[in-house]
């Protein structure tokens, strides 16, 4: 159960969302529950502009963020959460089962994180690309019958989890360090992919892949933000080092 | 959390709904969360045939009771629970947070009992003259700023906490790869190093404490088997590359 200063740390992100209704809908349970926070990446214009116009539309609707990719709008989360169900597929992020995700938040709450609860377009879902942006994937316990949700029952669903559900004090979580947020995971990824190209690491058409395989990679390991600063320091001397032979060579 | 069996002894109740896409989203909820019987009282008969015809329909909603009054729609239950914000009343009925209907539930369940769940208009809830049929009051914990949830949300609450919670907090430990054994992370850490020592990280005073925060970071980061062969294969290239340079240079 996060308490309002903690549900204030967290933002709600909907990718791509095509129903105006359902928009509507993730704002009135985000209301319900307390929560403030409501980004939208890659919106399709006329349907966010729809719903925000909506009459009774909560302030939090008016207020929302807009940014053109899911990269940006969780740049400034430590733990980002994606949703969906498994019927398709075999995710690359740790899965958690709605009821362990607010431990979760918790203990990143303890350690002064901010985390990100994100949902997909309605058709189809978070992509394997958006997915590589998550640090875990919640899945709602639904029947395999009918596993998919509407976007704005499922939105309910997590909040009310995460606002009203009891869950047990988290141990130690004070003594771990700050994780470090999407956005210096990429700028790491950045770099570490730089000193992919100036050794020649992989040819050129696997360039897609591998950034999509570091990005998880570095997701499922956590590295604290000082782990995120050391490492790329380590990797900015390696190419200033690789930079400077290769002058003395040519 | 009510077994399969349970749910099969549970009704969704509607009183006079007026929206059909909100009929639509609570018989969508009942599907998502295994409950197979759902009843009208007191329906206003166009919004519920266009409810029954809208594309998609679960076969529960094709296969719904419909009737005059609440009384006879819960007339074989042994368990009524209403449903409702106390905003603007004093119940008669005792109250239960919704985190507490599942237990009550539960044990009526075990003494071979049936339950029903009903939710109000969309407009007004329940009146008095309806909870009157009930055994409790079922609140869910909003947010006293904007108290009142949309009704399809509102049933997807209720029963994602009927038929899903208690949960064990399972990070599914299956899905996840086998961890590098320390000896492992120790050729990846020399490796490392050497790239360290090849790029002039810190100054040769500092190796030793380097090798130790190098040996803490990588356990506390616990990537897998397969991650370290990839990154070990990462900066065996770097390495390959730095002294390929240096001997162009020489």
Same sequence: chains 1, 2.
């Avoid at 159960?1 to 704002?27: C, H, K, Y």
């Avoid at 004070?174 to 990429?186: C, K, P, V, Y």
Wanted: proline residues 6%.
């Amino acid at each position: 159960m996060l308490t309002l200063e903690q549900r204030d740390r967290m933002d709600v992100v909907l990718v791509s969302p095509r129903n105006p209704l359902n928009i509507g809908a993730v704002a009135r349970a985000m209301a319900n529950f307390g929560f403030e926070h409501l980004a939208v990446a890659a919106a399709f214009d006329p349907h966010w502009r729809e719903a925000k116009s909506a009459v009774g539309a909560p302030d939090l609707l008016q207020n929302a963020k807009s940014t053109e990719h899911l990269a940006d709008a969780v740049a400034h989360c430590t733990l980002v959460a994606g949703t969906g169900t498994l019927t398709h597929r075999k995710p690359e992020q740790p899965i958690v089962s709605l009821p362990g995700l607010g431990p979760l938040i918790e203990r990143e709450m303890a350690r002064g994180g901010r985390a990100a609860l994100v949902f997909g377009p309605e058709k189809h879902g978070l992509t394997r690309d958006d997915l590589s942006f998550c640090n875990v994937l919640v899945e709602i316990p639904t029947d395999p019958r009918q596993p998919s949700m509407n976007l704005g029952q499922a939105a309910a669903v997590c909040l009310y989890e995460l606002a009203c559900r009891p869950t047990q004090p988290s141990r130690d979580a004070g003594t771990e360090s700050l994780a470090a947020n999407s956005g210096q995971l990429d700028r790491l990824a950045f770099l570490i992919e730089e000193a992919m190209t100036a050794a020649d690491y992989s040819p050129k058409i696997m360039q897609e892949a591998n950034r999509h395989d570091l990005r998880v990679l570095l997701r499922r390991l956590g590295p604290s933000a000082h782990d995120t600063r050391r490492i790329m320091g380590l990797f900015r001397r390696i190419l200033w080092r690789m930079a400077r032979d290769s002058k003395h060579k040519s």
